[in-house]
């Protein structure tokens, strides 16, 4: 077997174990979302956006089978004040990534009808608007996987 017919198998195997969630060039990485023990309290969702592709894209509209609704958020300094407000959706450039994490870009969901313990999942059906449809599992984490 020839070194490059070794590497096209290797990338091979690689796309087909890479537990991340992709489409279309568009991968989500990274996907954890906060416990919520009380209920009615909001859930807050993270997660990482790679956009391999040469077009610029961006999330529309996230929904989940546990949360009655889910709305795009944005954490921003305003007078030296940390404000929280909605946006119509979060832009991933082109060849580009988009961290959707603490004090910046995150999904804010609403009226849970199940509480979400450490260790739970959260099923997350994304919508982009070139990428199409992505369905994720978010794991409870009490912090991002790719923070000690
Ligand atoms: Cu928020």
Redesign the pocket.
């Known amino acids: 077997m020839t070194i490059i017919v070794k590497f096209f198998l290797s990338v091979f195997v690689v796309l087909c174990f890479n537990p991340s969630a992709f489409a279309e060039g568009l991968t989500i990485m990274d996907s954890w979302a906060r416990p919520v023990i009380i209920e009615g309290r ?1 859930g ?1 969702a993270y997660f990482i956006i790679k956009n391999d592709t040469g077009m610029d894209d961006k999330l529309l509209k996230a929904t989940s089978p546990y949360a009655a609704r889910i ?1 795009l ?1 944005v ?1 921003k300094h305003d007078g030296g004040v940390m404000k ?1 407000m909605q946006v119509p959706s979060i832009p991933v450039a082109a060849h580009a990534i988009t961290s959707v994490s603490p004090g910046g870009y ?1 999904l ?1 969901m609403f009226d849970l009808n199940k509480k979400l313990a450490l260790g739970d999942e959260l099923p997350l059906t994304l919508t982009f608007e070139q990428a199409g449809v992505i369905n994720i599992s978010a794991k409870i984490l009490k912090k991002a996987p790719f923070q000690k």
Request: net charge negative; hydrophobic share 40%; proline share 12%.
């Open positions: 909001p807050a709305e958020h954490h929280m995150h804010m």
